[in-house]
């Protein structure tokens, strides 16, 4: 991050501020930090806090009126100096909003793979670990760069210096974030951009684990399953069952959403007016039935989500009880933000970040490694070997239902085993209804091939 300097516009808690930014001035060419927002989207709001190393404030939205805190922060040379604004930095917590974000030039690294040489402070660098601890904080891990700032000398020396660290709440609050490096230019600290993914979301169908113990499931799978398929193909009737059942759970399931926060809304509205009358009387027993029915009812609708995102973050060393909503929804967009890819370069070194020059330059790339098909212009004259046949007639004969059920058992209930979406969790619940048309279907074999290689090594 770049050294800022700047003229004197009004006092403010040793910061200075002016119409929508805060900064606060350089010493020569060392020290100046600014934060700033376009007065289109956000507001700054006036410094909370400040010490000689950093300046905090809060930012408002306004397209929606959130805030949050910013800390910007100038690290210290001396080592002394670096213990007080570490000091400091514990002592702005209760100052600042839930949803809080430290960024700058902390001039302090974290672990030794941050410095490219030996000469590092094992002391200073587990004072600033454990800081980072007792604030609670998460850094944004920097895409395409380990190091931030360089001495640009003939012996180069390299650290990462310059950091972004946010709370769990800043993270809820702004998903899909990435952080990129940007050109040094003129600086010999690399300038970092965070901004947000461009993520282009699934559009075809994932069977989700909720959905298989909500009210109306079987019923739901039943009729669309049932249907009359006008074709003799068996493969092509399948494949047409398994569609419409997609269809239909997704039209299914988007009704029960709406009717499900309906029934919160009213369940949450009714609990507070009996909290509220339970201040003033003693409960009937209709009405401490009612209301144990309410929050077990919400308990249910609260067990339903937390299994959603429990199956989105493909967390399966955890059980769903054993962790909240928040704990999944934080470890899902930063599974997602882990295996987004910011940028590629083509043969030709062109640097493509939207998705569709991405899409282009993965199918070039792996179209060329497989090549093309040829002609073939020889054999081989297999008589003239003189081997001997084997007898694989064996594996013409039609499997039966027992060994069809157990391959789809032995499969791991939250993975789906083809791209149609469906989980082994689904064929599961619904193997009554759908055996049937499974074991008309060639590619059935699939399943027992399935658990021959892989069934023993998984749990259903």
């Excluded at 309906?262 to 339970?278: C, M, T, W, Y």
């Excluded at 609708?301 to 973050?313: G, L, M, N």
Aim: net charge positive; glycine share 6%; charged share 25%.
């Amino acid at each position: 991050m770049a050294d800022i300097s700047a003229s004197v516009v009004s006092e403010a808690v040793g910061a200075r501020f002016a119409s929508n930014f805060i900064f606060k001035p350089a010493a020569g060419t060392r020290g100046g930090i600014l934060i700033a927002c376009s007065d289109d989207f956000a507001v700054v709001l006036d410094p909370l806090a400040s010490c000689d190393f950093f300046i905090t404030g809060t930012i408002t939205d306004r397209s929606n009126g959130s805030s949050w805190s910013m800390t910007a922060v100038y690290g210290p040379q001396e080592d002394s100096d670096k213990i007080i604004f570490l000091q400091e930095l514990r002592r702005i917590k209760t100052m600042v909003l839930p949803e809080w974000i430290i960024l700058g030039d902390f001039n302090l690294i974290k672990s030794v793979d941050e410095k490219s040489n030996s000469n590092i402070n094992i002391r200073m660098m587990g004072r600033f670990r454990r800081t980072i601890d007792e604030l609670e904080l998460k850094e944004i891990h920097l895409n395409g760069r380990r190091f931030t700032w360089s001495n640009e000398r003939e012996n180069t020396v390299h650290c990462k210096l310059d950091r972004v660290l946010i709370t769990q709440a800043w993270e809820l609050s702004h998903l899909q974030y990435q952080l990129v490096p940007a050109s040094t230019s003129i600086s010999d600290h690399c300038p970092m951009i965070l901004k947000k993914m461009q993520i282009k979301h699934y559009s075809g169908f994932r069977f989700e684990a909720c959905w298989a113990s909500c009210h109306g499931f079987l019923d739901i799978v039943k009729k669309s399953w049932t249907k009359p398929v006008s074709s003799n193909d068996a493969v092509r009737k399948l494949h047409t069952k398994l569609s419409r059942t997609a269809a239909g759970l997704k039209k299914w399931y988007k009704n029960l959403q709406k009717e499900t926060r309906l029934q919160e809304d009213i369940a949450n509205e009714v609990i507070f007016q009996l909290d509220l009358a339970q201040e003033e009387r003693e409960l009937s027993a209709d009405e401490r039935l009612l209301r144990r029915f309410l929050k077990a009812r919400l308990l249910g609708i609260a067990a339903v989500e937390r299994s959603r995102w429990k199956q989105r973050a493909r967390l399966s060393w955890i059980k769903a009880g054993d962790a909240n909503t928040r704990f999944f929804h934080l470890k899902a967009n930063g599974r997602r933000r882990k295996n987004h890819i910011p940028a590629l370069k083509s043969d030709i070194g062109i640097e493509v970040t939207d998705h569709e020059a991405k899409a282009n330059i993965l199918h070039q790339h792996f179209a060329k490694l497989l090549g093309t098909t040829g002609h073939r212009h020889v054999g081989l004259n297999w008589a003239a070997l003189n081997i001997i046949p084997a007898n694989l007639a064996h594996l013409e004969v039609p499997f039966t239902i027992e060994e069809l059920k157990s391959a789809i058992f032995g499969l791991y209930s939250e993975k789906a085993p083809g791209p149609d979406g469906f989980t082994g969790l689904f064929y599961k619940k619904c193997w009554e209804i759908i055996h049937l048309d499974l074991l008309k279907a060639p590619y059935a074999q699939l399943f027992k091939d399935l658990w021959e290689a892989y069934g023993h090594q998984i749990s259903a």
